[in-house]
């Protein structure tokens, strides 16, 4: 199946371009590390913000959009991180509240920040829309939700969406439905959806694989412990980074074992956007650092002092640094020949100084 005339190159989420020539896009996800606080939500806002995030996302849901207030076991948590909760009751807490988004809006633009969201119901995009969100992120659990996906699309606005617990057929069945819906710019982030996932999980190779499969940008959304999995990403080609923030990790927020404090967000941009400068792109040209050093190349030189009519020998001409002499390539054919004039001891082997020699220009293409 082939998609990549559907979609553009690069997205753009209020003026920032993201794809593979921009400096990576890190998104500070503030899920329900509010605590249910409106004034710790603004908070995190204005930490993200210093700590240099390139934007903030949100979610948007209520428990009754989300799930069924039931106790039965298939909505009961057995293991992991929310052990012995029910659906409903974590997301009770983990939510945020309605009535508070457009506070953050408001709080976001004061700083300059781009915030959307991930909405989990049609009335979710709605409520988004109201506010003018710029971006729509559908999370991993949501990637099977085609009404959901298709909605977001006819917005116009551009899409990220995550692919944690997806086989690759559902993975292009999301895409379709972007396209389906009218989307042009989308984005995928590689996602394990383990809270916290461990690193051996992380299988970053599977960004590689998504880059050949697809045209538009490819990231990944890190539920590690660390900034370990997200520099290594960036270095298979990542253009976008989602990670989860908090203020600090031991303040008892929903999703704080996962989450980086603000030094640690920090540190992430900085070293990711390094990663990214030292990658580059493909290249053999002398670079401006090197040019000084260029001269300190080996060359031929006269390692003893030599006399007109005297035969050049290994032990009077040498492959030595610096490069100021000729081409080592021309030792063989220079060795039996015979100086034409005195020269002496470290000096620099010229063309002019060997009889019956001339130096050819040797194009060594590999």
């Given at each position: ?197 461990p690193i051996e999980d992380c299988n970053l190779a ?161």
């Amino acid at each position: 199946m082939s998609l990549k005339n559907n979609f553009l190159n690069e997205i753009e989420i209020a003026g920032r371009k993201i794809g593979n020539n921009h400096p990576p896009y890190l998104i500070a996800e503030l899920s329900g590390n509010h605590k249910g606080s409106l004034e710790e939500a603004l908070n995190l806002i204005d930490a993200a913000t210093d700590a240099n995030a390139s934007a903030i996302k949100i979610q948007t849901y209520t428990a009754d959009t989300i799930t069924l207030e039931h106790d039965g076991p298939e909505f009961c948590l057995t293991d992991g991180l929310w052990k012995g909760r029910t659906l409903h009751n974590l997301y009770q807490e983990a939510h945020t509240p309605w009535e508070w988004h457009q506070a953050l809006f408001e709080k976001a633009a004061s700083r300059n920040i781009p915030i959307f969201s991930s909405p989990f119901d049609s009335s979710a995009i709605d409520l988004l829309e109201s506010l003018n969100c710029p971006a729509y992120k559908i999370a991993s659990f949501e990637i099977n939700d085609i009404g959901l996906i298709k909605h977001a699309a006819s917005t116009g606005k551009p899409m990220i969406i995550s692919t944690g617990l997806a086989t690759l057929d559902e993975i292009y069945e999301a895409v379709e439905a972007v396209a389906d819906g009218g989307g042009k710019q989308l984005a995928l982030l590689h996602c394990i959806s383990g809270y916290p996932a461990p690193i051996e999980d992380c299988n970053l190779a599977t960004i590689e694989d998504l880059k050949k499969r697809f045209s538009f940008p490819i990231g990944l959304s890190d539920h590690t412990i660390d900034n370990t999995a997200s520099i290594a990403a960036v270095c298979l080609g990542a253009s976008v980074i989602e990670k989860h923030f908090v203020i600090d990790k031991n303040d008892g927020s929903v999703d704080a074992a996962f989450s980086l404090e603000p030094a640690q967000f920090k540190q992430l941009v900085s070293e990711t956007n390094r990663v990214k400068s030292a990658i580059g792109r493909a290249g053999y040209e002398l670079k401006p650092s090197e040019e000084i050093n260029r001269r300190f190349r080996r060359s031929l030189y006269c390692s003893q002092s030599i006399k007109k009519g005297e035969v050049f020998t290994n032990q009077n001409v040498r492959s030595v640094r610096p490069g100021l002499g000729l081409h080592t390539r021309y030792l063989p054919e220079i060795l039996g020949k015979v100086a034409n004039q005195d020269i002496n001891f470290g000096t620099p082997l010229d063309a002019a100084y060997v009889e019956n020699f001339t130096e050819r220009a040797r194009d060594i293409q590999r």
